[in-house]
């Protein structure tokens, strides 16, 4: 209040209040520096949050091309959703190859064109890509393999996605695998949910770059990721579990047991967020 100019004090407010998932309050301060033109990582990735909110694409796809933006993976994926985002799909696959081709990003860059393709409908094109870039190029996360279950199903080939959620999960499921194979063995079609839109795309963006980070970054650093994740999707239950855990780890146990509550009770993985809740309380000595 008495130095509201005061460039690390800024910092500081904004990482704490995004790091609080806090970010009505974060991005009026992200606002603030960028006018007094500050380059800050974490500002940007608060006011890439703000435009894909409200779906300002073509904003979004200005600021990630800039030159103060929060890095080459984000920047690039999220200017491919922004394409997408403005109705320019093909001008968003060119931007997903060129990601593709940097070092050590190829694989995220499939994933996201594979659910890009998905989220409009191109079930075909999306199946090739993980029939034949998953287990290699692609890492066979949980998520990357439940979209690709789904896409089979899309295809109305439900008798081998069901097969493959067994061959990809083996066959003791949890509660949420088990509910998409008895779908599937039921006959009917499973919806593809992983990516329903532009922003849900710009949110997965921040969880796979936190999922990345979770074993090779600070925890405080990769829960300002997974917590963009959750405001641009609050029902990303993957991003609110690992938001709570980086918590735990960092020993805010009262903030990790107040995200866990953050999953519905009718999510399959509400068992889950119950037991990490539990586990929380018990740390904190309640």
Known sequence: ARDPSNPGLMESAARAQL???????????????????????????????????????????????????????VDGLVAAWAKMGAGQVSAALVLFDEVSEKRGLKGFALYHKA????????????????????????????????????????????????????????????????????????????????????KEGVAEVFYSVAAALSNEAGQDYTLLYSRVAEYLRPGHTEAILLSAALLDDLQRYDLAVETYKKVDRDSPSFHAAELGRAESLRRAGR
């Open 115 to 198: 659910l890009a393709l998905a989220s409009v409908g191109d079930f075909e094109s999306a199946e090739a890509i993980f029939a034949e870039h998953a287990g290699t190029d692609m890492q066979m996360t949980r998520r990357a393999a439940i979209a690709y279950v789904e896409t089979v199903s899309q295809l109305d080939r439900g008798d081998e996605a069901a097969q493959l959620i067994v061959k990809l999960f083996g066959s003791d499921l949890d509660p949420a695998l088990r509910a998409m194979h008895a779908t599937l063995s039921e006959g009917e079609t499973l919806p593809f949910s992983v990516i329903r839109s532009p």
């Open 19 to 73: 790091s609080l998932s806090r970010l009505d309050l974060a991005i009026p301060i992200a606002r603030k520096m960028e006018a007094d033109g500050l380059k800050s990582q974490i500002a940007q990735m608060i006011l890439i949050a703000d435009d894909a909110q409200k779906g300002r694409f073509d904003a979004l796809s200005d600021r990630v091309t800039g030159d103060a933006g929060v890095g080459p993976l």
